[in-house]
């Protein structure tokens, strides 16, 4: 029997903010939920913030899927914070955060093992900084310290996503190609932007994956609800186990 794809959606969802500057995380919920998402990385997520009404994104999302969400805040604020998500109704394993190198604003990831049946599965959740030089930095961080494929004595087939803040003829893109696959180019389909939502240019969202996974397929969503959500696209790829 042929193993069952996994729908992974990689999603800055811009603090639920969208791009007609409505603060609205059912919408957000609702584009993952046409989607058909099983693994949701979320890039920019806001918890008990101020400014937008002291809810807790990640849950609130996650709870409006009837999914459970991890949480790693890269900036906290006394109980404000702010970071990245990682939501799934898979059981989960292991889970790892930390921050990576930064020059500007601090920035982090999140990797999550996703138990699928019986197999294990390791999403890496980020979001690069704005400068070259870091971003630079922060991807060699995530390829060469224990970031990728769990622990030594297990290598897990790995996942690695989000808002790379990177087009593919970045040095920080090629350093990621060099060793892992990229999504969008696996398909037969012609590799799309993902920002700015309403007119994309720059294709700045990414999911990774290491040679042990197979892409079916990637699609960024650019339906009119996904154009004005946020200020980024998301990005989802159907993936199996090699």
């Known amino acids: 029997m042929a193993e069952k794809s996994i729908r992974l959606l990689t999603y800055n969802v811009h603090s639920c ?21 099983d693994i949701v990385a979320l890039q920019e997520v806001d918890v008990l913030r101020r400014r937008t009404g002291g809810i807790d994104q990640a849950h609130m999302i996650a709870s409006l899927l009837e999914m459970q969400a991890h949480f790693h805040p890269v900036l906290s604020v006394a109980e404000e914070q702010y970071g990245d998500a990682i939501i799934t109704a898979f059981p989960t394993g292991a889970v790892k955060a930390g921050p990576l190198p930064s020059l500007g604003e601090q920035r982090g990831a999140l990797s999550v093992e996703i138990l ?6 390791l999403v890496v959740n980020t979001h690069l900084g704005l400068r070259s030089r870091e971003r630079i930095g922060q991807m060699t961080t995530l390829l060469n310290s224990g970031w990728l494929r769990g622990t030594v004595d297990e290598p897990l087939p790995t996942i690695l996503c989000g808002d790379f803040n990177a087009i593919p003829s970045s040095a920080t893109y090629r350093l990621a190609a060099r060793s892992l696959k990229d999504a969008q180019l696996a398909g037969n389909a012609r590799p799309r932007a993902t920002f700015p939502a309403r007119y994309p240019l720059m294709r700045l969202d990414h999911v990774f994956v290491t040679d042990d996974l197979i892409v ?5 969503l650019q339906n009119r609800l996904a154009r004005v959500a946020s200020d980024h696209l998301p990005l989802l790829a159907e993936i199996a186990f090699g």
């Open 17 to 37: 903010i969208g791009s007609d500057r409505k603060l609205d995380p059912g919408r957000i919920a609702s584009v993952i939920a046409e989607a058909q998402a």
């Open 116 to 121: 699928i049946g019986d197999r294990k599965l």
């Open 216 to 220: 079916k397929q990637a699609t960024v």
